[in-house]
């Protein structure tokens, strides 16, 4: 208390001092003169810095670079302009090169030296699903060859690693092991969503990858969209043929909307799909995704699974092996068969185009389940034989696609004939088989 009354009284006795202090004895306050006297010492301590150690002429050259450069500079332009005009066709021989080692024939009519989309252009960044599978590991290779960073992403449930293994010193190609029913955050431009089981094999007589196959559609679906548009990436879905299911008209168009059963051996690869596609569809009318998506005829070619389900695998394989080619049912069946480097080339004519689709790519020339089965007798085997069994269910009957949209919009037409690849595709197999075989030996 007494602290409290003295800490008051010292308070008083100050305030009546301040008040008492005549004005001359007070500091007169000039903030301009502050200011300039503040202004005058930087300026000083600059010039000084300057003028010390030769940074003046430091400062001279520098700016006499920087003059150089842009007086120069327009010539400088025309000069990389015309050389990279001249390296147009060692591009275009070079790419031609690395096609033929990937075993994509040149049809006759095929025009030679034409430039990929990218060269010249912008570097993407581009990512895979599925992309060392059989179809995704081919256009790992295209756009490997365009100058894209590529990002494969597989869980290699039906992929194999064997089929990329040749880009793995390539500093321009990644590999991640990952399922895409989980989400994951990359940056990239383009996005290839190409990751389902598609073969007969694996989505008709395993319960438990019936539910998988339909989780990959949907989910896989719904986190790559999530992803494209996070980033702002383009998105292109691969479909299928078999939306159309048992198709009531033929050939079959864009416009037709199926004849699928939903709740067959087959439904879960055929609803999967159609509900990818209508994800697709969603997040274009709603968020603005900028969509594509295409509808995949029956395509071969080399690095397919050797035993997958599909037909022309089947014959090939069981040609080679010396076992009767299997045909279900009469064998009346008519499928259309498209090579894969044709495929690739509709996904990215796909891509880099401005129209969403939904667009058929495949190779309308219809074959019979016979007429397939004496093509690949005369390919591999003259003496092979054929056995015919009961057919399977939901088995469509017929399956042309309508490429008109395609040929129109995408200026897209399959080139390669089915005498033409399928002996590419037989030699794969042979080497596959024949390694297959003495791996068994040597165990």
């Keep these: 208390m007494n602290n409290m009354k003295q800490l008051h009284k010292q308070s008083i006795a100050n305030q009546r001092r301040d008040e008492e202090t005549p004005a001359s004895e007070t500091l007169p306050y000039s903030p301009k003169s502050l200011k300039h006297t503040s202004s005058s010492r930087y300026l000083s301590r600059s010039m000084n810095y300057i003028l010390k150690e030769q ?24 000069i990389s302009i015309a050389e990279n005009s001249s390296d147009h066709d060692i591009t275009s021989i070079a790419i031609s090169n690395r096609e033929s080692i990937t075993h994509f024939p040149r049809p006759v009519n095929q025009a030679v030296g034409r430039i990929p989309v990218s060269i010249g252009g912008k570097r993407r960044r581009v990512v895979v699903t599925g992309g060392s599978g059989f179809v995704g590991s081919h256009l790992v290779d295209k756009l490997i060859a365009r100058g894209d960073d590529v990002i494969v992403i597989d869980n290699f449930f039906t992929g194999r690693k064997e089929n990329v293994m040749h880009h793995f010193s390539n500093p321009r190609f990644e590999l991640i092991r990952h399922d895409v029913v989980e989400p994951i955050l990359l940056e990239v431009d383009q ?27 949907v989910m896989g679906t719904l986190n790559m969209l999530g992803l494209a548009k996070r980033i702002g990436a383009r998105f292109l879905l691969t479909s299928t043929s078999e939306v159309y299911g048992d198709p009531l008209e033929h050939p079959q168009k864009e416009t037709y909307w199926g004849h699928v059963n939903p709740i067959g051996v087959r439904s879960c690869y055929d609803e999967g799909k159609r509900t990818a596609e209508t994800l697709t569809m969603d997040y274009h009318r709603g968020d603005d995704v900028e969509v594509r998506i295409a509808r995949i005829f029956n395509t071969y070619g080399p690095r397919m699974c050797l035993d997958d389900g599909r037909v022309v695998s089947n014959f090939v394989s069981q040609a080679i092996r010396k076992q009767p080619m299997t045909v279900y049912g009469d064998g009346k069946q008519t499928r259309s068969f498209q090579y894969v480097s044709d495929l690739v080339d509709g996904l990215m004519a796909l891509m880099e185009g401005e129209h969403i689709g939904p667009f058929n790519l495949g190779n309308p ?33 017929k399956r042309k696609p309508d490429i008109s949209k395609a040929k129109n919009m995408l200026n897209w037409e399959p080139k390669i004939t089915l005498r033409e690849g399928l002996p590419l595709m037989a030699a794969d197999f042979r080497n596959r088989i024949l390694n297959e075989d003495e791996g068994k030996v040597g165990k």
């Design 55 to 78: 940074r003046l002429l430091f400062i001279l050259i520098g700016m006499l670079i920087g003059s150089t450069f842009v007086i120069f500079k327009p010539s400088i332009s025309t």
């Design 191 to 217: 996005i290839y969503h190409l990751a389902c089981p598609a073969s007969p094999v694996h989505y008709k007589y395993n319960p438990f990858r019936n539910y998988w196959d339909y989780k990959t559609n």
């Design 365 to 397: 020339g219809e074959f019979t389940m016979l007429e397939l089965a004496q093509v690949v007798k005369e390919t591999v085997d003259p003496s092979a034989t054929i056995e015919f069994r009961e057919n399977t269910a939901d088995d469509p009957q």
